[in-house]
């Protein structure tokens, strides 16, 4: 069983950053993919980003793509992302996943957290 709470959502203006944060509970998170989704108001849950367990590959939704970084630190059970150049079109629920598969959590995480609001004003 995996805990996720995430944090760092709030209102910023277009192409300002944003970094997001992840804390986990439990003895093996090094053993778990992790990524982050969005929800944006009226629109289907989407894959952002992932980073593989031992931190060392990662992949990006086109979308965002040179704009998000995302990060762990297995010491201290986190995942972040980094958001910069942040666009209107970025405004959503951001959503903290974990999974034992890293090949396929682009579909969808076995644990979630509750989720943090982003909001980006033109």
């Known amino acids: 069983q995996v805990q996720l709470v995430e944090s760092g959502g709030e209102l910023v203006q277009a192409g300002g950053s944003l970094r997001l944060s992840c804390a986990a509970s439990g003895r093996t998170f090094s053993a778990y993919a992790m990524g982050w989704f969005r929800r944006a108001p009226g629109k289907e849950r989407e894959f952002v980003a992932t980073?593989?367990?031992?931190?060392?590959?990662?992949y990006y939704a086109d979308s965002v793509q040179g704009r998000f970084t995302i990060s762990r630190d297995n010491a201290k059970n986190t995942v972040s992302l980094q958001m910069n150049s942040l666009k209107p079109e970025d405004t959503a629920v951001y959503y903290c996943g974990a999974s034992r598969r890293y090949s396929s959590i682009r579909l969808g995480a076995d644990y979630w957290g509750q989720g943090t609001q982003v909001t980006v004003s033109p």
């Open positions: 980073i593989s367990g031992n931190g060392v590959s990662t």
